[in-house]
Structure formats: structure tokens, C-alpha cells
């Protein structure tokens, strides 16, 4: 007859491979006095709070990628000939307004801070890289940075930290 094999669980206690799940939680959570559903409650717990940490950690890191590919289309996807009258005049403004209020909300989600700090990041961070942009068109041969899509820049800004606002005022 072949010999059962036990693994080792902590210093002194040895557990059976076929023993699985919950059996090896109550065999080992008798000895300590507590109810069960005490201990499953309070596992319950942590296991939330921890996988709430790690999908915020994720999504700030999926917030400041989204972030960098917006910043890098809007360097090197800007300086193409192709870029050079893309979308008619009046819809352009538009289009200004929409990139910078995903900006604005993905930087202020990826910095992580709270309160007027994020929005702060989230607000000036976007507005100071719609800055370099038309600082950057001015040197770009059949592009004009002009005012008005600088004006149409911050108002995607304000925007983008108006929602962060309310979003981050929503899920506290």
C-alpha cells in the first residue's frame, strides 16, 4: 500500500495533501477558542480589504499608463504631417476638451492623493502639458498653436477634475 504523504503547515502541525479548503481551517482554528464564523467573518475581511488594495494599485498603474500614451499621442502623434488638419475646425475644440478631461482625471487617479492635492495635480498637470503642446506646435511645420485651443484645453481641464471630484467624492 502506498504511503500517504503529509505536508508540513506551520512549525508543528502537519496537514493531509487530501484534506482541502475549509476542512484544513476548522482542524486547525479548533485549538483557539473562537467561533468560526467569528474567524470566517474576520477572513472575509481581510481577504476584501487586501484585494481592495491591490486593484487600486492597479488601476493607478492602468491610470498613469492611459495617462502616458495620451501624453506620448499628443508629442509624437502630433508631430506627423498626417496630424496637420485632422479634424475640421470647429470640432477640434471638442476633441481638445475630451483629451484633457481624461487627462486631468487620469492624472489626478494615478497620483493617489487625496483632497485638493489630487485635484491640484489632476487640474495643473493637465493644463501645464496643454501648454507644452502649443509651445510644441509652434515649431511644427503646417500646425498653429493658438489661444482658443489652449482655452478649449483648460476648459477639458476644469473639467476632468470637476468629474474627479465628484467620482472621488462618490466612493467616499
Avoid at 496637420?84 to 475630451?98: G, Q
Avoid at 486631468?104 to 501645464?128: C, D, E, M, P, V
Wanted: glycine content about 10%.
Amino acid at each position: 500500500m502506498p504511503r500517504k504523504r503529509s505536508t508540513r503547515l506551520g512549525k508543528y502541525s502537519t496537514i493531509n495533501p487530501a484534506i482541502i479548503g475549509s476542512q484544513v481551517r476548522n482542524r486547525l482554528r479548533q485549538p483557539c477558542g473562537c467561533p468560526d464564523d467569528l474567524l470566517n467573518v474576520v477572513d472575509e475581511w481581510v481577504l476584501i480589504l487586501f484585494l481592495q488594495h491591490t486593484l487600486s494599485h492597479y488601476l493607478r498603474t492602468a491610470a498613469a499608463l492611459l495617462a502616458l500614451g495620451i501624453m506620448i499621442s499628443l508629442f509624437l502623434g502630433g508631430a506627423h504631417p498626417v496630424a496637420v488638419n485632422l479634424v475640421p475646425e470647429p470640432w477640434d475644440k471638442l476633441l481638445h476638451c475630451a483629451v484633457f478631461a481624461l487627462l486631468a482625471g487620469t492624472l489626478g487617479f494615478a497620483s493617489g492623493f487625496q483632497g485638493w492635492r489630487g485635484l491640484a495635480i489632476a487640474f495643473f498637470g493637465s493644463l501645464l502639458i496643454g501648454l507644452l503642446d502649443e509651445w510644441h506646435q509652434l515649431y511644427l511645420p503646417g500646425r498653429q498653436a493658438g489661444w482658443a485651443d489652449f482655452a478649449a484645453d483648460m476648459a477639458g481641464s476644469f473639467m476632468g477634475t470637476v468629474s474627479l471630484t465628484k467620482w472621488s467624492r462618490k466612493r467616499n
